[in-house]
């Protein structure tokens, strides 16, 4: 194992801070050891001993999912850092733990390539676009705003490495059962 992060704690600026070292040590995941991004936290409320990065505090839902995506990314260590049997008890935090999209990705063992390593765009601020070819039929985009307004992306296909000839359903993974019921075609 290789940490490949620092801590990321109980808050949105504990994620943002590690976001960074994740994308720049995508390649070391099962080439010099397991990638390790710190435990994951996605519970409401932190406990006193996740009072670091600016917290104690509430985290959002939003928050909990770039949390819960960020580890997924990094193709390594998938650790939840939360209070289990308080956990148990909020139902849209349990679904983010029990998404198999997302817990299939570290099970791949293979990191998500960030697109934008040392390309991405000065109101970014930092990496934030990340591809994981699952297989030659499926690919996970995840992308992150890691500033304090409302950011809008286009991705082309073919700018994904995807060929332009094949048909694409497009699912937001974060809501699995809104995305079984509404796929997007182009």
């Known amino acids: 194992m290789g940490r490949i992060s620092c801590d990321t704690g109980h808050a949105f600026a504990a994620s943002r801070d590690a976001a960074p070292g994740i994308a720049a040590r995508y390649y070391m995941n099962r080439n010099y050891f397991v990638s390790d991004p710190d435990a994951f936290s996605i519970s409401r409320h932190s406990s006193a001993a996740q009072g670091d990065h600016r917290g104690p505090k509430t985290l959002t839902l939003r928050e909990a999912q770039v949390a819960i995506a960020l580890a997924a990314v990094s193709g390594g260590m998938y650790e939840i850092g939360d209070d289990l049997p308080t956990l148990f008890l909020d139902a849209d935090r349990m679904a983010l733990l029990e998404n198999r999209d997302l817990r299939n990705m570290p099970k791949l063992g293979r990191a998500s390539t960030p697109l ?71």
Do not use: C, H
């Open 116 to 186: 934008d390593l040392m390309s991405y765009s000065p109101e970014d601020e930092m990496p934030s676009t990340f591809l994981l070819r699952e297989s030659k039929r499926q690919s996970i985009l995840t992308v992150f705003n890691w500033t304090a307004k409302e950011r809008t992306r286009q991705f082309t296909f073919s700018a994904l490495g995807l060929a332009g000839n094949m048909r694409f359903q497009a699912f937001w993974a974060m809501q699995p059962r809104l995305a079984e019921s509404k796929p997007r075609s182009r």
